[in-house]
């Protein structure tokens, strides 16, 4: 291990802050903030995390301010950013799927397409993307930034807004209608190029990305174990085709085994009714915390 190496990591400030950390923790690396400090605490010495709002961590990484940072696509679409990505990483505030800067206007507007938007006005966090969206589609409109209560202005002070929404419930509460989407958006890791040509760094980086890919892979699935006469073994995996490639071993008891197996979380509930009719005995559901493969 080569001595006083710092790998400095932004980590983005906000509604991502928390779901980050929590990622994180269950990658290995606890994270705590102190009121009286900008900088938190990671109980790595190799580590330093900075809190940036994620619009802003891909130009502070492109720069070399930040070796490397977890930011959404978006922003590094919206910035122009010429960073190179390590990974997608699946994880939001509400779900595990991507958000998406769709195109909405009220329940009642006669805008119907992005043809429709011609010499319109729209308000957006995401002027760039929404620029560029336009032009692909040969339409002038005039685009404000919006500092927020975006979906506000749609009914009053603009004819269109371009939001993030992860369900569109908000929209749908706030009685307006997604026309087009312009982009999905998953968070990345992404590190500027220099550090990424430095070997400590990027050995670093890379590990700290399988750890954190592994502790999100393991949140969609749980170790199962019960016991089991050997005798309906070959049954009960006939049966059960979700229990792939289980490990199997003698009991103390003759005539015993134990069978263990990862299995997908949202399938449990209906799976364990029919290990028992299949006599599976001792059955023990087990949370994980990381999944390497």
């Known amino acids: 291990?080569?001595?006083n190496r710092i790998l400095k990591l932004g980590l983005p400030k906000g509604s991502l802050q928390?779901?980050?950390?929590?990622?994180?923790?269950?990658?290995?690396?606890?994270?705590?903030?102190s009121s009286r400090s900008y900088v938190p605490y990671v109980d790595d010495k190799e580590l330093e995390i900075r809190l940036i709002r994620a619009q802003e961590v891909s130009r502070y990484v492109e720069h070399g301010y930040l070796d490397c940072g977890i930011?959404?696509?978006?922003?590094?679409?919206?910035?122009?950013?010429d960073v190179h990505e390590v990974g997608e990483f699946l994880f939001s505030k509400a779900t595990r799927q991507p958000a998406r800067w769709v195109l909405a206007v009220p329940e009642n507007s006669p805008i119907q397409s992005v043809k429709d938007l011609q010499g319109k006005r729209i308000a957006t966090e995401v002027v760039e993307l929404t620029r560029s969206y336009l032009k692909e589609n040969g339409v002038e409109a005039e685009i404000e930034f919006s500092w927020g209560a975006t979906e506000f202005k749609a009914h009053e002070l603009v004819d269109a807004i371009v939001e993030l929404t992860e369900t569109g419930t908000s929209l749908r509460a706030n009685k307006l209608r997604i026309v087009d989407t312009l982009l999905e958006s998953t968070p990345r890791m992404i590190v500027n190029h220099d550090?990424?040509?430095?070997?400590?760094?990027?050995k670093k980086i890379e590990t700290l990305a399988m750890l954190l890919r592994g502790a999100?892979?393991?949140?969609?699935?749980?170790c199962l174990k019960m016991n089991i006469l050997e005798n309906n073994l070959a049954n009960?995996?006939?049966?059960?085709?979700a229990l792939r490639n289980p490990t199997v071993s003698h009991l103390s008891q003759e005539g015993w085994i134990a069978v263990e197996t990862i299995i997908d979380e949202h399938i449990v509930?209906?799976?364990?009714?029919?290990l028992k009719e299949a006599g599976a005995e001792?059955?023990?559901?087990?949370p994980l915390n990381k999944i390497v493969y």
């Open 195 to 202: 550090s990424w040509k430095d070997a400590w760094k990027r």
């Open 18 to 33: 928390e779901a980050t950390f929590e990622k994180m923790a269950k990658a290995g690396f606890n994270i705590r903030v």
């Open 269 to 274: 509930r209906e799976i364990i009714p029919q």
């Open 236 to 241: 009960l995996l006939k049966n059960l085709p």
């Open 71 to 81: 930011t959404g696509h978006d922003w590094v679409k919206e910035n122009h950013s």
């Open 282 to 286: 001792g059955i023990i559901e087990i």
């Open 1 to 3: 291990m080569e001595e």
């Open 216 to 222: 999100l892979d393991a949140e969609a699935k749980v």
